[in-house]
Structure formats: structure tokens, C-alpha cells
């Protein structure tokens, strides 16, 4: 993907043929114009919209200018200076293995401005400009096209061929912009600039119409009978078929401002939603993860090279999900797997659950299965049997992964839903055992999962350092008023994991150990003497155990992919 961190052999800012045989992103630009295929180069606006329209399969990318004022929060009307945009279609190109055609408008000056750009774009891995024949300062072409004066053609022409012996990489492309139709000339005059723009040397033609038909495009490329190759954008009459393009002999479609239009209309609905809620949790999860971003940033390069040149290591973290129960409540949903497997908005909730681990950066997930492990297919994760399952409970399932523990492991229900915020929570505790506790008052929570602390939920009180006393246990209520309800979420490092194998052996020995919870195991560590930090939370999540659960859990993820 990029072009800085991952050396693709066809990466090459320079002329021509560079290391390794690559294909130069001039080269490749000046092969989509020639072709007899028709080519498609989608708008970015800086790195990382270009990197998602090269990840979607373009092959090139429009800087287009109307997109890069719009991010910089400018107009179309050369606000910017050159050297703005030539500092961003740079990132670009960085962050990107396909060739970038820059809209150039109309050079930023004239002839000497267009042969300085020349140079800079080329130095800066451009693969081609496009120059418009209008005067500076321009104005987008929608925008009173008509009452556009266009540039004397003596003069654009005189522009174009400084570009052509400005450029020292033969490849490097000059597309000329005949902007006859935009300012409400006829298809000779358009044809007449078109072919003075290409005799001064113009690599290609690009012929741009305002209309909501194709009509001046198909008149123009016939007339034109493919003296060079011509390019089009067709957002004015975009409803036409791609086949009536082809069929004309265009050589490349510009899709020239859908990713600034798509990021706008997203930008305005979380904006929207984080200002009316006073909260991030409903727009978190339906928003790209931190963790994507990072994805797009090649983070991972940075790791690895750090482990290469800087010394110094992450402990690493996994995540033992327990979900070898078939569930009690819900036997005519689970004849073929166990509930964990249960879809909910056409996920399984264990596929949600491994999701959010991911997100927070978990890559060591093991699964603990039993009833019906055999429909278990989520990719990528460890799977361990517990061949006991049917007569044994959670604390010898948990035993089942003790393998797969590491020096920081977060064990969960595999029936559990949370929003997000509540694992990133749990994974920045620097506690050694962490458990999470929901303080919002329910008479659905089962007796056995209450909880009892050395404080309540003050939740007025940032920090609170609250230890976990008790979970209830299969025993009623143990007298008092519980302060919360545990999820069946733990995190244990350093020392807790220890606790835990120490816990693990110990009940093991027990005549009862089959019928063991991880409460009791909790239970076990705290009269050990060892502390277990409560995180508090107030809802946000949900567990499945019934059919209600099940339609709740509906509700919970509706919105999310
Ligand atoms: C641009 O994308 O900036 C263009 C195409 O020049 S248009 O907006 O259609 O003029
Ligand atoms: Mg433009």
C-alpha cells in the first residue's frame, strides 16, 4: 500500500523504469490513458482518502481541486496557493502505490508557473497534471460556468508545450481541459481548442460538460475520433450507462468528488448525534475504529520497525472467551450450537464479542467450546475443547485454556455485549485483577452474579478505588443490598494471572470443582487476600440467556455491521 513504508516493486516517483523492474506511477498513468480499456480514477483529497480509493481496487487517483479546497474549508476559486496543494497531493502520493493526476486548474499563473509546478510535481511523485483553459484565479465549472471567459488558445497552447519541455521523465502527463462547453460554446470550438491543445503536446484530452445528458461528450467524441486519448467527469450525467462511455472510446472516467461528498454526509450525522447526546457510546461503535485508523496509517510498520531498531516490547494480551454452555432458557434456538453461536443481526454473538476484543488491540483469542463445538467457524481464533463441558462448568473450562493465558489475559462470557468504551476501560486498569461490575439497579440479574464491594458506585467520584468483597454464589442473597452486578469480564496481569493459576489449582482439588463459577474462583482470590479492583459501570451491556435477551441483543447491535 505505501509507498514510504512498503516498497512495492511498482513504486517509483522517478522517470521511467526504477528498482527491480517496477513500473513507474508516470509509466502506469501514461499505460490507463493509452489503453483500449476504459479506466477509472476516483477522487482523494489527502492521505488517507487516497489510500482508501487505492484500497478499493482504483488505479489511479484525481487530486481533485474542488475536494482539496473543500478540506482545506476554502472555495474553488484558487484560495489556496499552489504550494498547498502541492504539499498535500505529496502526502498523497506518499501514502500510495497508484499514480495521482493533479487537477492543476488552470498552472496557478502562467507559462513559467506551470513549468515550475512541472518540476515540483514530479519531485513530489505526481504522475501527471491537468490544466484547465480558463484564467487565474478560476471558479469551479458549475458555479456560472457560462460567465467564465475562457483563455485565449495562442496562450493555453503556449502553456502546454512549457509543461511537455518542462518535464524531465518522458511519462509524466499533461492533460488539457477544453472548457468550451462549460462556458456555453458549440462542439467546433471545443474541437478546435482540443486539437490546438493537442498539437502544443497535450498528452490527452479532457472534455467536461455541465449537462445532465451525455449529449456534448458523445458529439465531442465523435467529432473527435480518437486523435488522443479523452477523459471525462461525468458528475453532471453520472445516470449514464458506463457501456455508452466505452462504446464512444473515452479512455478514463474522473469520479471526480464522491469521497469528500461521502466524508461530509458521514462528518455531519456523527457531529449531529456526539452534540445531541452528550455522549460518544451510540456513535462509537458505528464509527471506523481507532484501531482501523491505525490500520491506515500503517501502524504496524511502525511496531515492526521499532522491534527492529528500538528495543522494547508490549506484554501480550489475550482474551479467553467461555463458550462451551449450549444455554439453559434457549434450547429450541440451540439443537446445533451453542448460544454463543446465536446470530443477532445476522452476526453470532461470539463473531460481535471477538470483534471488540480486536479492537482493543486483543490478537491472542482462545475459545473455550463444548456443546456442539463443531459449529465454532469464526476465523482466526484458538479453539479449545472442554470434552467435559456437559457435565462440568465455567472454572473447568477456564482450566481447559489455562495454555493460553499470557502475562495480560481478559477472560469473558462468550454471551456478553458491551459497547466498546467498556473493554478499552478494562484494558487501561493497572490493576492486577480488574473485575467489572454494573452498578445500574435490575431485578433481572441473576442472584448469583450480584456483587458486594468495599464502597458503591459514587459515580460523581472520578477514581474511585472500590475492592470487590463478594461475589453472591449460588446461595441466595447474602444479606444487604448488593452494589452491582458482575458481567462475567475479568482482567488479570502480572500477579492476578498468578492468583488465577494459583486459584485454579487449588480448587482443582476439589471434590466439587465440575460445579465451580468464576465467581467462586473471584471469591477464592479475595480471601486469599488479594486484591481485586472493581471497575464500575452503569449499563451498556447485556448478556443472553433468554429469548428476551436474545431480541434485546437486537436492539443493542441495530446500526452495527
Ligand atoms: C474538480 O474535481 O475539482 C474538477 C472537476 O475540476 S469539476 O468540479 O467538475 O469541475
Ligand atoms: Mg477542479
Request: charged share 25%.
Amino acid at each position: 500500500m505505501s509507498s514510504l513504508y512498503f516498497p512495492a516493486e511498482h513504486v517509483v516517483n522517478g522517470p521511467g523504469v526504477g528498482p527491480g523492474n517496477a513500473v513507474s506511477k508516470t509509466a502506469q498513468l501514461r499505460h490507463m490513458l493509452r489503453s483500449n480499456e476504459l479506466e477509472f480514477i476516483l477522487e482523494a483529497h489527502n492521505g488517507i482518502s487516497a489510500v482508501i480509493a487505492e484500497e478499493a481496487g482504483f488505479k489511479g487517483i484525481w487530486a481533485s481541486g474542488l475536494a482539496l479546497s473543500a478540506q482545506f474549508g476554502v472555495r474553488d476559486n484558487n484560495e489556496t496557493s499552489w504550494t498547498q496543494v502541492v504539499d498535500m497531493v505529496e502526502f498523497m502520493s506518499d501514502a500510495t502505490s497508484v499514480p495521482i493526476l493533479l487537477d492543476g486548474d488552470t498552472g496557478y499563473g502562467n507559462f513559467n508557473n506551470v513549468r515550475r509546478l512541472v518540476r515540483k510535481l514530479e519531485q513530489r511523485g505526481v504522475a501527471g497534471v491537468c490544466i484547465e483553459d480558463k484564467s487565474f484565479p478560476k471558479t469551479n465549472s458549475f458555479i456560472n460556468g457560462e460567465r467564465q471567459p475562457l483563455a485565449d488558445i495562442n496562450e493555453f497552447c503556449g502553456k502546454i508545450a512549457a509543461a511537455k519541455d518542462s518535464q524531465l521523465d518522458d511519462d509524466f502527463c499533461v492533460v488539457a481541459r477544453v472548457e468550451a462547453y462549460i462556458a456555453g460554446r458549440d462542439t467546433r470550438e471545443a474541437i478546435t481548442r482540443a486539437e490546438a491543445y493537442r498539437k502544443a503536446g497535450a498528452d490527452s484530452i479532457l472534455i467536461h460538460s455541465a449537462l445532465s445528458k451525455p449529449d456534448q461528450i458523445l458529439e465531442f467524441a465523435k467529432e473527435w475520433g480518437g486523435r488522443a486519448p479523452l477523459v471525462i467527469v461525468p458528475t453532471k450525467y453520472y445516470s449514464t450507462p458506463t457501456h455508452i462511455f466505452r462504446d464512444a472510446g473515452v479512455s478514463m472516467v474522473i469520479w471526480a468528488n464522491h469521497l469528500i461528498r461521502s466524508a461530509v454526509d458521514a462528518m455531519q450525522g456523527t457531529a449531529r448525534q456526539i452534540f445531541e447526546d452528550q455522549s460518544l457510546v451510540e456513535v462509537e461503535d458505528r464509527v471506523a475504529s481507532i484501531k482501523e485508523i491505525f490500520r491506515l496509517q500503517c501502524a504496524e510498520e511502525l511496531a515492526a520497525a521499532e522491534h527492529r531498531y528500538a528495543k522494547g516490547t508490549r506484554p501480550n494480551t489475550a482474551a479467553v472467551v467461555l463458550a462451551a454452555s449450549r444455554g439453559d432458557e434457549l434450547t429450541h434456538l440451540t439443537h446445533d450450537r451453542p448460544k454463543a453461536m446465536l446470530s443477532v443481526n445476522g452476526k453470532p454473538l461470539l463473531a460481535r464479542l471477538v470483534e471488540l476484543c480486536r479492537k482493543q488491540g486483543i490478537d491472542g483469542i482462545s475459545v473455550v467450546a463444548g456443546y456442539r463445538a463443531d459449529s465454532v467457524d469464526i476465523k482466526d481464533i484458538q479453539l479449545v475443547l472442554n470434552d467435559g463441558h456437559a457435565t462440568s462448568g465455567e472454572l473447568a473450562s477456564l482450566a481447559c485454556a489455562r495454555h493460553s493465558f499470557r502475562e495480560d489475559t481478559v477472560i469473558l462470557y462468550g454471551d456478553l455485549l458491551f459497547r466498546s468504551y467498556i473493554l478499552r476501560e478494562l484494558m487501561e486498569s493497572d490493576s492486577e485483577l480488574t473485575v467489572v461490575i454494573d452498578s445500574q439497579e435490575s431485578d433481572t440479574g441473576l442472584a448469583r452474579d450480584d456483587a458486594y464491594c468495599s464502597s458503591p458506585d459514587n459515580r460523581s467520584l472520578w477514581g474511585q478505588h472500590v475492592l470487590l468483597r463478594r461475589i453472591a454464589g449460588d446461595e441466595c442473597r447474602n444479606g444487604g443490598r448488593p452494589d452491582g452486578r458482575w458481567i462475567g469480564m475479568v482482567r488479570a496481569q502480572g500477579d492476578g494471572r498468578v492468583w488465577i493459576e494459583q486459584g485454579l489449582d487449588t480448587l482443582g482439588t476439589r471434590p466439587d470443582f465440575d460445579r465451580l463459577t468464576l465467581g467462586d474462583l473471584l471469591n477464592h482470590i479475595v480471601a486469599e487476600g488479594h486484591p481485586v479492583r472493581v471497575m464500575y459501570i452503569h449499563g451498556h451491556w447485556l448478556d443472553v440467556n433468554s429469548l428476551a435477551d436474545l431480541e434485546q441483543a437486537g436492539r443493542f447491535t441495530a446500526g452495527q455491521s
